[in-house]
Antibody, heavy 121, light 107 residues
Framework: EVQLVESGGGLVQPGGSLRLSCAAS????????MSWVRQAPGKGLEWVSA????????FYADSVKGRFTISRDNSKNTLNLQMNSLRAEDTATYFC??????????????WGQGTLVTVSS | DIQMTQSPSSLSASVGDRVTITCRAS??????LNWYQQKPGKAPKLLIY???SLQSGVPSRFSGSGSGTDFTLTISSLQPEDFATYYC?????????FGQGTKLEIK
């Protein structure tokens, strides 16, 4: 059974940093691209970042480019998101998502339960 | 960036109704279009990928169509568990943008 479990969310002051992690199990982690998608309270879904299975290529939304860094440790089946220079508008639930086996890159067939990041003084 | 626009933003319908949600891309995305269902407090669930392919385990009352810039999600006969918010998403180009969502409510 595929499982994605996020951790690392919490309350942080504007300008601060936070590192999110996503522990994956139930599939060959290194074979799939992974993404982070966020959802501000009461709002829609926003794609944030993606990384290829090998970790060799990364992609970012303009809204987080230069502030967030996605990475993965295929030996530990873990996806990470380092978030620096956090802003109030980064407040959201952050989901990790697995690339769809059938749908290919950019579509997501499994999601974690999400971890809430609140940026506030 | 490719903009995705859904209509309507909200919709009231009854159990048994046939419902159609529309999604329009700001430029051609071929068939790189996915549909998700999200219930309150839960993660999104993939329903349709590649515009018209039904994800494994998803009931056949859900169907998708379209290519290029115009797409539709159809629920042939609404069930009580279908009341949720639906999002389209393009996987043609990063950033893989989502539509703003369509909230399907019980009439």
């Amino acid at each position: 059974e595929v499982q994605l479990v996020e951790s690392g969310g919490g309350l942080v002051q504007p300008g601060g940093s936070l590192r999110l992690s996503c522990a994956a199990s139930g599939f060959t982690f290194s074979s799939y691209a992974m993404s982070w998608v966020r959802q501000a309270p009461g709002k829609g879904l926003e794609w944030v970042s993606a990384i290829t299975g090998s970790g060799g290529r990364t992609f970012y939304a303009d809204s987080v480019k230069g502030r967030f860094t996605i990475s993965r440790d295929n030996s530990k089946n873990t996806l990470n998101l380092q978030m620096n220079s956090l802003r109030a508008e980064d407040t959201a639930t952050y989901f990790c998502a697995k690339e769809s086996t059938a749908g290919g890159p950019g579509s997501f067939d499994y999601w974690g339960q999400g971890t809430l990041v609140t940026v506030s003084s | 960036d490719i903009q995705m626009t859904q209509s309507p933003s909200s919709l009231s319908a009854s159990v048994g109704d046939r419902v159609t949600i529309t999604c329009r891309a700001s430029q051609s995305i071929s068939s790189y279009l996915n549909w998700y269902q999200q219930k309150p407090g839960k993660a999104p669930k993939l329903l349709i990928y590649a515009a018209s392919s039904l994800q494994s385990g998803v009931p056949s009352r859900f169907s998708g169509s379209g290519s290029g810039t115009d797409f539709t999600l159809t629920i042939s006969s609404l069930q009580p568990e279908d009341f949720a918010t639906y999002y389209c998403q393009q996987s043609h180009t990063t950033p893989n943008t989502f539509g703003q969502g369509t909230k399907l409510e019980i009439k």
